[in-house]
């Protein structure tokens, strides 16, 4: 089966490498030995997505026409073509056909998305925590985190590695205005409230409120990893996708042409894809007579419950797995 | 009666200068004659806060001490040294208490904070749109903002004046992020949806979609009028506001003090200061016998709502002036 990454993932889903014992992978809850998705019974493949800085082809290769990294001319890859490039690996593996394609957040999109292209190629579609088209709200998210990015005098137009930097102030940015759509209203009060740092307030601009320094502290780390040009490219994946559009908006139409069978999973506080989004998909799944299990878990840990322990939330997809015949 | 403004207004409520035909006041359509707030019946006073950009004394303004701008040496002030400046202006006019403060947003708070400051000094207290306390969500937002613009290589430390450059860029990214605040998921679906501004996608990082455009029209817009320090300045008083806080949390002990009658108004799709915000003061303003009147407006407009026009929102403050003797 396969397992399809979200905007900061990898294809290194589970374990760690012989000599990094703390190099776990980022869905090491929900996958390996005896786990919900069960590597005893299944033979698990993680793709890090065209366009990537984990290993794929992407804005930090070199192009071999320069002789210099791609930069800002790599050119943008679509969800349909993530999966385009994913089938193609399974031609090379030798799979005809998954048992399934599971995902979370725009993971989620490529499940969707493979039941459209390849509707002959995969028997079980599991989509957690996902959208069929983002929101104009979720647009605009995505478009300050571009803007931050873009208009940081490190970006270079993209050519930053040629310059020896990089945008790390947008970056940043971008991974904090990230974490505040990933977390609920409700998580953030019970996990920060109004709480001081030093239990009194400075009248400065340093960190006074933990949710500030948690912030800072989550944009910081993530400029030490992750490619810029990756995350915009990402994000212009996330806002193009939209498989409803060439008919007129109605997804029962778009999806006219899926055979799988489909886990639907939403979380009762993610405000980021809220569980209306995923209702359309239910939606147009039972109007083409397919076979589709909803389960919405009630969660206060907003869109980041599809990476946590949760046992209503392992317990469905645990079940629905048990039930695919290998 | 008093009018407190909130983050890019000013003293400027309505009205426009005889020679400036387009110069229109903020709240052009709640203050005036026959308006809502009439100015027939009130003389209404407009105040630009502490540490403003619109005339009052403020980061822009030149520090005795060094003969420069304060820049960000300028003190920061709290929604409290807000109200305390206003009693100082109240002593000079003669006012000794006033019939009415409104405001939206943090004008609400000067509002609820006139009560607590100077219970002897205000007979009706209008709190619309506001928050007895910002919640961890938007201290966040604030944070991402503040960030934005301190990291700006033009902030220098907040003494850009002196250098002949402004932290446009930051402050552009601060206002993208206030603004998908302000207006409703639902508002920027029906407003802009998924609509393209050229009809087709253009796999670049232009503008794309409506959205896109228009964040990005309202952030250039708002360099050119707004002064970075007061925007960082603003955001901390905010964030600092909490006059429960003293008093463990408990707002109904924090309001003990308070004689005023209230008018507390939410809009149900406001999803930066919720109705549950207003609640809070409702139940301890009841709590301590005040007379408190609520009203909770139907409208998809979002925290933006409190400066449109709506008949239930202006007809509640229409008839809640009314009952005000003079």
New interface residues.
């Given amino acids: 089966m396969l397992v399809c990454h979200a905007l900061s993932g990898s294809h290194h889903i589970a374990g760690c490498y012989e000599d990094r014992p703390n190099s776990d992978g980022w869905w090491e809850n929900m996958v390996g030995p005896g786990k919900p998705i069960d590597t005893n019974r299944f033979f698990v493949v993680g793709v890090n997505n065209l366009g990537g800085c984990y290993g794929s082809t992407g804005p930090m290769s070199v192009n071999p026409a320069t002789g210099k990294c791609y930069g800002a001319d790599f050119?943008?890859a679509t969800v349909e073509d993530w999966v385009a490039a994913q089938a193609r690996l399974a031609d090379r593996l030798g799979i005809d056909c998954w048992a399934a394609a599971i995902g979370g957040s725009i993971g989620g999109m490529q499940a969707l998305e493979w039941t459209l292209q390849f509707p002959e190629r995969i028997r079980n579609s599991m989509v957690v925590a996902s959208t069929p088209?983002?929101?104009?709200?979720n647009?605009?998210?995505n478009?300050?985190a571009?803007?931050?990015i873009?208009?940081?005098?490190d970006f270079h137009g993209g050519h930053y590695y040629e310059h020896g930097v990089v945008p790390s102030?947008g970056l940043?940015?971008a991974r904090?205005?990230g974490?505040?759509t990933y977390?609920s209203?409700d998580q953030?009060?019970d996990?920060?409230?109004?709480q001081l740092r030093e239990g009194k307030?400075k009248?400065?601009?340093e960190?006074?409120?933990q949710?500030?320094s948690y912030?800072?502290y989550q944009?910081d780390k993530f400029t030490g990893f992750f490619d810029a040009n990756t995350y915009?490219a990402t994000t212009?994946a996330l806002?193009?996708f939209?498989p409803a559009?060439k008919y007129g908006g109605d997804l029962r139409a778009a999806m006219a042409r899926a055979k799988a069978d489909f886990l639907v999973v939403a979380f009762s506080t993610d405000w980021l894809f809220q569980p209306t989004c995923s209702y359309e998909m239910v939606y147009a799944a039972l109007h083409n007579g397919l076979d589709v299990t909803y389960v919405e878990v009630d969660s206060t840990a907003g869109h980041d419950a599809f990476l946590l322990d949760n046992p209503y939330y392992h317990g469905a997809v645990r079940a629905y797995m048990e039930r695919i015949t290998t």
Same sequence: chains 1, 2.
Avoid: C, T
């Fill in positions: 050119p943008l088209r983002l929101s104009a709200q647009i605009a998210f478009e300050v571009r803007q931050a873009l208009s940081d005098p102030r940043r940015l904090m205005i974490h505040i977390l209203d953030m009060a996990k920060f409230g109004r307030l009248f400065n601009y960190a006074e409120f949710i500030e912030l800072r944009g915009l212009k806002d193009y939209d559009a």
